[in-house]
Nanobody, 117 residues
């Protein structure tokens, strides 16, 4: 199983980034996919999830209206479009795949997002 994130980097406040996570080694369409971030000195925070049901997504209140999660099952990829970035969005962003029915939970290595003021 592999989850490989990309798309992180340094951006100015107000800018945009799109994170991608390419999955392999499991049946992607059967798994919920999420983005979780860890900001310096804070616990991990669930940012957004896209369940295995088409169109079923949820976003944390802190990012709602600015971030959008989407998935492409044909490409085994989940995305996080991040707009109007703020310095407080600075974090390591992790891709997560979960299947509650099977009790499986996988993580990527993380990608750093830094937003300068």
């Amino acid at each position: 199983v592999q989850l490989v994130e990309s798309g992180g980097g340094l951006v100015q406040s107000g800018g945009s980034l799109r994170l991608s996570c390419v999955a392999s080694g499991f049946t992607f369409s059967s798994y919920g996919m999420g983005w979780v971030r860890q900001r310096p000195g804070l616990e991990r925070e669930l940012v957004a999830v896209a369940s295995s049901s088409p169109g079923d997504t949820n976003h944390a209140a802190s990012v709602k209206g600015r971030f959008t999660i989407s998935r492409d099952n044909a490409k085994n990829t989940v995305y996080l479009q991040m707009n109007r970035l703020k310095p407080e969005d600075t974090a390591i962003y992790y891709c997560n795949a979960y299947n509650t029915y099977e009790g499986k939970d996988y993580w990527g290595q993380g990608t750093q997002v830094t937003v300068s003021s």
